[in-house]
């Protein structure tokens, strides 16, 4: 499992969002909504934005429930992962072993065997 952790846009994502934005009419930021609603479900994000919360609603109103049924699919998603502060200590734990080969007896404290 790799260590990266992703905490912003690459240059190539940050063009393409803009683009669909832009040329699209916005259709990035909508697909955003639902992903963050459910993130907001979840407990991940703590509240939707006052435009967020009311495009979602635009979408469920006009868009016949498609900004729910989005967020559904993504919550699904969600729920069949680890909760976040145990992945975490997952790869923390797993990145403590990897990182300590010389010092056998400290391994075998922190349950990583030999």
Not at 5 to 20: D, V
Not at 50 to 73: L, P, R
Request: glycine letters at 12%.
């Amino acid at each position: 499992m790799s260590s990266f952790k992703k905490i912003a846009l690459t240059g190539a994502e940050s063009f393409w969002y803009i683009f669909m934005n832009i040329f699209m009419v916005g259709f990035a930021y909508l697909c955003k909504v639902p992903v963050k609603k459910a993130l907001v479900d979840f407990g991940y994000v703590a509240e939707l934005t006052g435009a967020e919360g009311f495009w979602y609603v635009v979408m469920n109103i006009f868009g016949v429930g498609s900004g729910y049924f989005a967020k559904c699919i993504i919550a699904k998603g969600l729920s069949e992962m680890p909760p976040l502060g145990q992945a975490r200590a997952e790869l923390t734990h797993s990145h403590v072993m990897a990182t300590m080969p010389e010092v056998p007896e400290r391994r075998a404290e922190l349950g990583g065997g030999q």
